[in-house]
């Protein structure tokens, strides 16, 4: 469930939840299940952040931070990620329909089980990237 507290600071917009964010670095920001739908996250620092089953449907998180996030089960269908640092995030069963993840850094990511119809992918980097199960092309 997620912190009130964390939720409410980031709906203030990237402007003061960055700053929060250096100020509290050791603080993991718990936003699991927040619906987050077409909000502008460029930029923001979501690393380390608990986004599992949050809802993120076409919501812009282009040079987003979120490596090490926890976005398992999370809607980030219609998504802008194009930029965006993934290293290490969980993005199990995700749903990354029509996604864009153009240049995004996706090394070390876990995509297994994660939904990729239509996402482009152009540019980003897939090293060491696990994508068990998947099938890139729509049907």
Not at 14 to 27: F, H, Q, S, T, Y
Not at 32 to 60: C, E, F, H, Y
Not at 105 to 118: E, P, T, V, Y
Request: glycine residues 10%; charged residues 15%.
């Amino acid at each position: 469930m997620a912190n009130d507290e964390h939720v409410a600071m980031l709906k203030k917009g990237v402007a003061a939840w960055n700053p929060w964010r250096d100020e509290n670095p050791d603080i993991r920001p718990d936003l699991s299940g927040t619906n987050l739908s077409r909000r502008n996250l460029s930029g923001a620092n979501l690393s380390q952040a608990d986004l599992s089953v949050a809802s993120l449907q076409q919501a812009t998180l282009g040079g987003a931070n979120l490596s090490g996030a926890d976005l398992t089960w999370a809607n980030l269908s219609g998504a802008n990620l194009s930029g965006a640092d993934l290293n290490g995030a969980n993005l199990s069963g995700a749903n990354l329909i029509r996604a864009d993840l153009n240049g995004a850094i996706l090394f070390r990511a876990n995509l297994s089980r994660a939904i990729l119809f239509g996402a482009n992918l152009a540019g980003a980097i897939l090293l060491w990237t696990v994508l068990g199960g998947r099938s890139l092309t729509e049907r």
